[in-house]
Nanobody, 122 residues
Framework: QVQLVESGGGLVQGGGSLRLSCTAPGRYVMGWFRQAPGNDREFVASISWWSGARPLYADSLKGRFTISRDNAKNTVYLQMNSLKPEDTAVYSC??????????????????WGQGIQVTVSS
């Protein structure tokens, strides 16, 4: 496993925006997942270190959430726009150190961040 450091969470009003960051010690396939109280963990988005792979999004979040990365900084970002109260959750980034694609399955990631709270008020 590798250490992933997340930042950028917090409280935002509905309709607002937040940008989450996740810094890794190397260049990996990265994913964002979220888990709301009482719910299962849910895939949000994934991005490869390889520029030939398109980012992958949960269908329900396309158009509002954008994943990107700065390979020079080994940092992945999740830009979240038009936030809704139902987006409230703990968001976690994850790394897959072996592959080069994009993945929605949590089991394909071998390292996880500590999670960061995002709260959207109505």
């Amino acid at each position: 496993q590798v250490q992933l450091v997340e930042s950028g969470g917090g409280l935002v009003q509905g309709g607002g925006s937040l940008r989450l960051s996740c810094t890794a010690p190397g260049r990996y396939v990265m994913g964002w997942f979220r888990q709301a109280p009482g719910n299962d963990r849910e895939f949000v988005a994934s991005i490869s270190w390889w520029s030939g792979a398109r980012p992958l999004y949960a269908d329900s979040l396309k158009g509002r959430f954008t994943i990107s990365r700065d390979n020079a900084k080994n940092t992945v970002y999740l830009q979240m726009n038009s936030l809704k109260p139902e987006d409230t959750a703990v968001y976690s980034c994850a790394a897959n150190r072996r592959d080069s694609g994009t993945y929605a399955l949590a089991a394909l990631y071998d390292s996880w961040g500590q999670g960061i709270q995002v709260t959207v008020s109505s």
